[in-house]
């Protein structure tokens, strides 16, 4: 089964991994779809010189602007029919660590791009391997996570511990991967914690449809696809008790599991 691998594989063996990311995406997509999403990537970069004029939070937040516009045009190019739910149980005025199951490519750009609050990401290293893509995580403070390395994902820990206690809001796949099983894939431990530690409210999530507009590994877009992004109730960690406190993993992968369950339900039901 073709997966995300491939596309790790492509920029680690080109000199220029945009080229061959264009390169690659012209031959598979006739549509142009997926090549036109990569040129607006990179001409993201036209942007660079107003980011790199400022300073602490105007440059933080000026790249999650940049992020933000970016997954917009991405969602409008694919014409995505998106649904969003639940996000009116959502305080603008707390702070939040959202957790997204992660099935398809796109699913993450749809979930940012339906965030009612500025975040930003915790993503795996392995993204920064295209030049403009890593300034703007960069810039926008993600927290980069070294997969496998028991030091640099405990330093990843830390920072995110730190910035949740800095009220700032953090997107998290605690997957770790793409799954593209029916149910969940097993929580990467540890990710869930920081918002234990820190007192913050947990939002699940769940996108789905996703996985219609793009499969793993491909480089080939499906337009027009209904996706839903759905926000569940946020947990109080702090009213949590000790035991669920320990157990607070199974927990918020109960609640995605039984929301993606649901929504493969309604999907099933629309199809027939």
Same mark, same amino acid.
């Given at each position: 089964?073709?997966?995300?691998?491939?596309?790790?594989?492509?920029?680690?063996?080109?000199?220029?991994? /945009?080229?061959?990311?264009?390169?690659?995406?012209?031959?598979?997509?006739?549509?142009?779809?997926? /090549?036109?999403?990569?040129?607006?990537?990179?001409?993201?970069?036209?942007?660079?010189?107003?980011?790199?004029?400022?300073?602490?939070?105007?440059?933080?937040?000026?790249?999650?602007?940049?992020?933000?516009?970016?997954?917009?045009?991405?969602?409008?190019?694919?014409?995505?029919?998106?649904?969003?739910?639940?996000?009116?149980?959502?305080?603008?005025?707390?702070?939040?660590?959202?957790?997204?199951?992660?099935?398809?490519?796109?699913?993450?750009?749809?979930?940012?791009?339906?965030?009612?609050?500025?975040?930003?990401?915790?993503?795996?290293?392995?993204?920064?391997?295209?030049?403009?893509?890593?300034?703007?995580?960069?810039?926008?403070?993600?927290?980069?996570?070294?997969?496998?390395?028991?030091?640099?994902?405990?330093?990843?820990?830390?920072?995110?511990?730190?910035?949740?206690?800095?009220?700032?809001?953090?997107?998290?796949? /605690?997957?770790?991967?793409?799954?593209?099983?029916?149910?969940?894939?097993?929580?990467?431990?540890?990710?869930?914690?920081?918002?234990?530690?820190?007192?913050?409210?947990?939002?699940?999530?769940?996108?789905?449809?996703?996985?219609?507009?793009?499969?793993?590994?491909?480089?080939?877009?499906?337009?027009?696809?209904?996706?839903?992004?759905?926000?569940?109730?946020?947990?109080?960690?702090?009213?949590?008790?000790?035991?669920?406190?320990?157990?607070?993993?199974?927990?918020?992968?109960?609640?995605?599991?039984?929301?993606?369950?649901?929504?493969?339900?309604?999907?099933?039901?629309?199809?027939?």
């Amino acid at each position: 089964m073709r997966n995300e691998n491939r596309y790790q594989i492509i920029i680690e063996r080109s000199v220029f991994p /945009p080229a061959a990311l264009l390169r690659e995406s012209f031959k598979e997509d006739r549509t142009l779809l997926f /090549p036109r999403i990569l040129l607006s990537t990179f001409w993201t970069a036209r942007w660079i010189p107003r980011a790199a004029g400022l300073r602490g939070e105007a440059r933080e937040f000026y790249a999650a602007g940049v992020m933000k516009r970016w997954a917009r045009t991405v969602v409008s190019m694919a014409k995505v029919r998106l649904e969003i739910r639940g996000a009116e149980g959502i305080d603008p005025g707390s702070n939040y660590l959202f957790a997204c199951n992660h099935s398809a490519p796109l699913d993450s750009v749809i979930a940012y791009l339906s965030l009612p609050l500025p975040a930003a990401f915790v993503v795996n290293v392995g993204l920064t391997g295209v030049p403009v893509v890593k300034y703007w995580i960069e810039k926008s403070r993600c927290v980069l996570v070294h997969q496998g390395d028991a030091e640099g994902e405990t330093r990843a820990f830390k920072e995110m511990l730190s910035r949740l206690k800095d009220r700032r809001n953090l997107l998290i796949f /605690p997957e770790g991967y793409i799954y593209q099983g029916s149910g969940l894939a097993e929580f990467k431990r540890g990710g869930l914690y920081s918002a234990v530690f820190s007192g913050v409210p947990i939002v699940p999530m769940c996108v789905y449809g996703a996985q219609n507009v793009m499969h793993s590994g491909s480089l080939h877009v499906t337009p027009d696809q209904r996706v839903c992004v759905e926000f569940g109730e946020p947990i109080e960690t702090k009213s949590l008790t000790r035991e669920a406190r320990k157990n607070v993993e199974s927990m918020v992968h109960d609640r995605m599991l039984a929301m993606k369950r649901s929504l493969a339900e309604e999907w099933k039901h629309a199809e027939s």
